[in-house]
C-alpha cells in the first residue's frame, strides 16, 4: 500500500484548517493509500495524555467501529476528538454524563428514556406548527431592509424554535440557549470562546437552566416531554441531572448540527443554482438528505479501543483513539456515484451524517430532516431569489463544519 501524500504535519482535527476548509482532497488520498493512517500529535494536544489517533476514513470502516461498542468505546476519553489542550481530565469525565458519551448497557437505559420525545407520533404532532414557525421564520427574513445574515435571522431560528418547542423552553429564552450552545462547543473559535473557561460556564449555565426545568415540572407536571422525562424518576426516568445533560447534548445535537445543514445546504443551492431550480419545481423528498451529505456538520467524532484489534490492515492496541471522520465516509466513491456532485435527487444515499449506524445512531434524524425540509420549501415558497452578498464565514472549530455567518440578500 502507498504511503499517502500528505502536507506535512497534516491533522484533521486542526482547528485552523477546519476554519478555511473540510480536507476533502486529503481524504480522498487517504482512503485509496491508508485508510486507517495514524495521526501524530505532540503530547497531550488534544486533551489525552497520548500523542495522537488513528484517522478512519472509508465508508466501511467508519460504519464498523461506529456498531461495534464491544470493541470501541464511547465513554473511555469521550465521543469528542480534540478538547484544548489545557482542560483538565476532570472536565473530560464529567462529560461522560452525556448520552452521546456512554456506552451500552448506560447509553441503552437512558436513550431508551429519551426516545420517547422522538417518536414517529411526537414528530408527526409537531409537524404543523413547525411548518407554521418556517415560513414566519422566512417572512420575517424577507421584511429585512437590505442583506441580512441567513445563519442568525433563518438557519438558526427553527432548530431552537423546535427544541424550545420540543422541551417546554419559553421562546423568548431561545436567545440564551443559542448563545450558551455557541460558546460551549466554539472553544477553538476566539470569536465565541472569549476565556478558556466560557464554554464550560455556559454548558454548566445550560444544565442550570434544564435542572430548574425539570424541578419545575416535578413540582407542577405538564403536557410536555421534560415531564414524560422526569416526572417520576423511581420509575425508570431521568434523574434532575441526566436532564441536564441531555438538555445539553439536544444544544448541539438538536441545534447546532441542524442549523449547519440549513446553512450550509443555502450555500450549495447558491452555488448550483440548478439545483435550486429543480428544488423549486419538483421539491424532491430527498432533498434533506442529501443536504446533510453534502454539509456532514459533525466532521469527526472518535471511538477508544477497549482491546487490542484490527482494522483496515492496521494493528490498533487497547488505548489508541480512533477517529471516525464522517465528512470523508460521506465521500466515498465505493459507496456514493459522484460523491463530489450536489444532488438532491440522490438514492439512495447511505450517508453517514447521522452517524455510523450503531447504538449512537442520530436519535433526532426525523425531525432534523424534518426541519430542513420545511425550511426550505418556505424559502422557495417566500423568496426564491435569494442571493449570496459575499462568502460565508466559518467556524474554527476541531470537529464541527460550521457556518458563522452568510450574507444574502432577496433584492
Not at 109 to 133: H, N
Not at 138 to 146: F, H, T, Y
Not at 214 to 223: I, L, N, Q, S, V
Not at 399 to 408: D, S
Request: net charge negative.
Amino acid at each position: 500500500m502507498p504511503c499517502p501524500a500528505l502536507p506535512d504535519g497534516f491533522d484533521p482535527t486542526d482547528p485552523e484548517l477546519l476554519h478555511q476548509r473540510v480536507p476533502l482532497p486529503e481524504f480522498a488520498e487517504l482512503r485509496r493509500t491508508e485508510p486507517v493512517h495514524w495521526i501524530e500529535q505532540p503530547h497531550g494536544l488534544a486533551g489525552f495524555a497520548d500523542d495522537g489517533y488513528w484517522a478512519v476514513t472509508r465508508h466501511a470502516d467508519v460504519r464498523y467501529v461506529s456498531t461495534r461498542p464491544e470493541l470501541f468505546s464511547s465513554s473511555l476519553h469521550t465521543a469528542v476528538i480534540r478538547f484544548g489542550e489545557h482542560i483538565e481530565r476532570e472536565a473530560i469525565d464529567a462529560q461522560r454524563l452525556i448520552l452521546l458519551n456512554m456506552d451500552p448497557p448506560e447509553h441503552t437505559r437512558v436513550r431508551q428514556i429519551v426516545q420517547r420525545g422522538f417518536t414517529p407520533r411526537a414528530i408527526r404532532a409537531l409537524e404543523d406548527r413547525l411548518r407554521t414557525r418556517a415560513r414566519a421564520i422566512v417572512e420575517r427574513a424577507r421584511a429585512l431592509p437590505g442583506p441580512f445574515d441567513f445563519v442568525t435571522e433563518v438557519a438558526c431560528e427553527l432548530p431552537l424554535q423546535t427544541i424550545a418547542e420540543l422541551i417546554g423552553v419559553p421562546q423568548e429564552d431561545r436567545a440564551r440557549i443559542f448563545e450558551w450552545s455557541n460558546r460551549m462547543i466554539a472553544y477553538d473559535d476566539p470569536e465565541y470562546a472569549l476565556t478558556e473557561e466560557s464554554g464550560a460556564e455556559s454548558a454548566a449555565a445550560i444544565i442550570a437552566y434544564a435542572k430548574s426545568m425539570a424541578a419545575d415540572r416535578k413540582r407542577c407536571p405538564a403536557e410536555d416531554i421534560v415531564t414524560t422525562l422526569v416526572a417520576a424518576e423511581h420509575e425508570g426516568n431521568l434523574g434532575s441531572d441526566e436532564f441536564g445533560f441531555f438538555v445539553l447534548m439536544l444544544a448541539v445535537a438538536g441545534n447546532e448540527t441542524t442549523r449547519n445543514a440549513i446553512a450550509h445546504g443555502m450555500h450549495a443551492f447558491l452555488t448550483h443554482p440548478g439545483q435550486w431550480e429543480l428544488f423549486r419545481r419538483e421539491r424532491p423528498a430527498t432533498t434533506a438528505e442529501e443536504i446533510v451529505r453534502w454539509a456532514t456538520p459533525v466532521v469527526s467524532l472518535q471511538r477508544t479501543a477497549v482491546e487490542d484489534t484490527e482494522l483496515g490492515g492496521r494493528r490498533i492496541r487497547k488505548g489508541d483513539r480512533v477517529g471516525l471522520f464522517y465528512a470523508s465516509a460521506n465521500h466515498d466513491p465505493e459507496v456514493f456515484d459522484t460523491p463530489d456532485a450536489f444532488d438532491i435527487t440522490r438514492d439512495p444515499n447511505p450517508h453517514l451524517g447521522f452517524g455510523g449506524g450503531g447504538p449512537h445512531y442520530c436519535l433526532g434524524r426525523s425531525l432534523a430532516v424534518l426541519e430542513i425540509d420545511l425550511v426550505f420549501r418556505a424559502i422557495a415558497d417566500t423568496m426564491p431569489g435569494l442571493r449570496m452578498t459575499a462568502a460565508p464565514r466559518r467556524l474554527r472549530s476541531a470537529w464541527l463544519n460550521g457556518v458563522k455567518e452568510l450574507r444574502v440578500t432577496t433584492a
